[in-house]
Structure formats: C-alpha cells, structure tokens
C-alpha cells in the first residue's frame, strides 16, 4: 500500500467503500459511471494492508465510524462481489465482477460500456459506419466521444451523422450486433425496437470531444449539413452555459465537485461564472477557492477542459436525475 501522500483518488474512494458497510457502500456505488465502479472495484481488490493513520486522512468526517479499525486487509473479494451484485443487480454485475475479480472480459453490446474507449474503437474499428453508428449511439456519451477520438476525421464525421439521423434500432439489428460481439442479445426476436441515437444524443457525445476535435468536426457536419449543425449547436452544452444555471442549481451541483477539479475547471472561466460560483458558496469557502485560483500557476489547456468535462458530466447526470435544470431546458424551479 502506498503512503499518506501518494494515494490516488482512486485509492481514497476504495479506502472509503471498504471502510462502510455493504448497503452504505452499494448506495455510493449506484451514483457512479460503469467506469468509475471498475476502477474503484480493482484498487478496492489491491488493497492489502490499510492502517488506521491513513483511513483517518482520507475520511476525516468519517472517523468515529473506524475509530475501532486497525487495518482493511486482505481477502475482501466476497464483500467486494456482495456490494457490487446489491449495487447494480445480479445480471449487470456478473460481468463487471469477472472483469474485477478474474481479470476475465464479458461480450456483448452492453459490456462495452465497461471497456476503455480506445478497445471499443479498436473493436469496431473495421464494421460498417452503420454498425459504428450503433455502438457509439448505445455508450454513454462520455465514453462515445473517447471512441470518436480514435478514429480518423473521415469516420468521425460519418458516425456522428448516423448517430443524428438514427431514432430506433430493430431487434433483428440488434441481435445481428451481438452475434458480431459474440454474445447473443437479452431477449427473443419479439423484442421492442431500442431508442438510440438523434440529435440530442449526438450533441451530447460532441460535447466530450476535445476542442481541436469538435471544431473542425462541426465545421464539416456544416459543410454536409448546415441545418443539422446548427440543430446540434443548440442542443450541446458548454461550461461557459453553467451561467443560466439557476442559484439552487449551482450550490447543489458544487456539492458534487471536489475542489481541484473545481479549481482546474474555473482556470479557463470567465469573471461572470467564477463570481457565480463565489456567491454561492460560503465566505469562507469562496475566499479559500480565491485563494486557490491566485496561486495556482499556469496549468496546460488540456488539463482545464478535462476539468470543466468533467464537471459538465456530473452537471449532466443531476439534470438527468431532476436534481437540478441546465440552461436551456425549461428553468422550471426546483422544488
């Protein structure tokens, strides 16, 4: 085990579940990404001998319930199994606890959403656009945009108007994907025809591509397509729309983010949203963040807008869940 100063966040968050119980620690789980819990799941199974000094110095608020713990150690496999399948039901977690606990893959079209964007692109590298189209359609759109980076700007291009003009996918479509996948699709042939794609859908995997990708990929749907790209423009969502953002929204949504994503994120801000920000925290928070941002010093480009990504995932996923309105959607009040 790695000292105090060295653990990742991912190693804090495993410290974290490992130290609560089953049902607390399947709640958690339940708000995090495919991805997440996979890489959550594999440090929780490297831990082997957490002490007591380093639980309490990643989980402060949470040290009267450890108090009587020396060490997670070892062996943790049948918990890890137990919290997964309550977390994300038996047939969902087979697969993630195979990947975890055995190093074995799953197959199959929803399995994808557990893989790394560059094997999926690597995977479906050589299938016909249409077949591209349906995948990257069914990923959700964080892991979507990392499986359009790897391609070239020719596919990229190509996918994303399949992606716009696609609505439902027929079951026979579907099951012919997974027999491509090599794992036949859940259910029969009767199965109801599957909403994927659209506009909206491709505005949302635009929005995780990196900026020297979105421009001359809007650029070219433009070229084919002017309407289409204008319909995709106002349909994505960029840091800068955190604006319209209502004041109960933004205090909700900062309760989500960790403070050096915040800080990375707000480098590439304007003074508007920043002062959004500061007014809806406390003084004391608002000076300390102040603080933060004055005396980081210059921070690459690439490493800002991974940040603001990030923060527009998770702003993404309360809106889906109806805990807060994005601009641009409605601004029904919360209530």
């Known amino acids: 085990m790695t000292d105090n100063g060295k653990l990742t ?45 380093q639980i309490e110095s990643v989980m402060t608020d949470f040290v009267e319930l450890v108090r009587d713990q020396t060490s997670l150690g070892v062996g943790s496999d049948a918990y890890i199994r137990s919290m997964l399948t309550k977390a994300l039901g038996e047939d969902k977690a087979g697969g993630v606890i195979d990947r975890i606990l055995t190093g074995e893959s ?86 109801s025809r599957t909403n994927l794609g659209g506009v909206k859908r491709a505005a949302d995997i635009m929005n995780f591509l990196e900026s020297s990708m979105e421009a001359p990929l809007m650029e070219a749907i433009k070229s084919v397509d002017p309407d289409l790209s204008g319909k995709i423009e106002d349909l994505m969502f960029v840091f800068d729309n955190l604006n319209d953002v209502d004041d109960r929204g ?64 998770i702003a993404r996923r309360m809106a889906d869940a109806g805990e807060i309105v994005l601009g641009g959607k409605g601004g029904e009040e919360m209530v």
């Open 9 to 53: 966040k991912i190693d804090k968050a495993a410290i974290l579940l490992l130290s609560l119980g089953e049902g607390d620690a399947a709640q958690v789980l339940r708000h995090l990404g495919p991805k997440e819990v996979q890489k959550v799941g594999i440090a929780m199974t490297q831990m082997t001998n957490v002490h007591r000094e």
């Open 106 to 191: 799953s197959n199959g079209l929803d399995s994808l959403k557990w893989m790394e964007a560059r094997d999926v692109a690597d995977i479906i590298r050589y299938e016909h656009p249409q077949i591209q189209a349906i995948v990257v359609a069914y990923l959700d759109p964080d892991q979507a945009g990392g499986v359009l980076s790897h391609f070239d700007e020719k596919t990229r291009l190509e996918v994303i108007l399949r992606v716009s003009s696609l609505n439902t996918v027929q079951p026979a479509a579907l099951k012919e994907l997974n027999a491509i996948l090599e794992k036949q699709f859940a259910g029969n042939t009767n199965t």
């Open 250 to 313: 933004i205090q909700a949504l900062l309760r989500e983010i960790s403070s050096d994503i915040l800080v990375l994120a707000l480098k590439g801000a304007d003074d508007r949203l920043k002062a959004k920000v500061f007014k809806n925290m406390s003084k004391r928070a608002a000076e300390l963040l102040k603080d933060d941002l004055d005396s980081r010093g210059p921070v690459r480009l690439s490493e800002v807008e991974n940040a603001q990504k990030e923060v527009l995932a």
